[in-house]
């Protein structure tokens, strides 16, 4: 399951680049998306939720109100290689996470506490990647 977060993750952050204009997130703040699992990472910027905001939307996982899609967002995990053992999981810790913030009305805020919810919910089951595993790809990736 951690090979399919990592995977997951990569795939995911494809989006950030053209996601930084619009949400205003600078390289000072979040170089590269992966650094999300970092131990020390720091869920402070806004700008961080409007660029996760942007980044489904990109990938069309999320409905209307802006809430994750979950046909959606299951399809999306499942393109990824053993995508089913996690989709369901990943689905259901998201959903949890956003009904614990909903009543943050600011969409970046609240997709940023989400965000941060995600990772820790991840981290407590087991199914959070390590920077080892995230940098050797991404390394591996771009040459
Ligand atoms: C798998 C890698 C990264 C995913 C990161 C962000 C996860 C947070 C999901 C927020 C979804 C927004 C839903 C809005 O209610």
Not at 51 to 63: E, G, K, Q, V
Not at 101 to 107: N, V
Not at 110 to 136: N, S
Request: charged letters at 30%; aromatic letters at 10%.
């Amino acid at each position: 399951k951690v090979e399919v977060m990592k995977d997951v993750t990569l795939g995911f952050g494809e989006a950030l680049q053209h996601c930084r204009e619009q949400s205003q997130l600078t390289e000072e703040k979040m170089e590269e998306f992966f650094h999300f699992w970092r131990d020390d990472f720091k869920f402070e910027h806004r700008e961080l939720g409007c660029a996760i905001w942007c980044m489904s939307r990109h990938f069309d996982l999320l409905t209307d109100s802006h809430r994750m899609h979950h046909e959606n967002t299951d399809k999306f995990i499942k393109t990824f290689p053993n995508g089913d053992v996690l989709s369901k999981q990943m689905v259901t810790i998201i959903h949890a996470c956003e009904q614990k913030y909903e009543e943050e009305t600011d969409h970046c805020w609240r997709i940023l506490h989400v965000a941060e919810c995600f990772k820790k919910t991840c981290t407590d089951q087991g199914i959070a990647p390590t920077m080892e595993m995230l940098m050797a790809e991404f390394i591996m990736e771009s040459e």
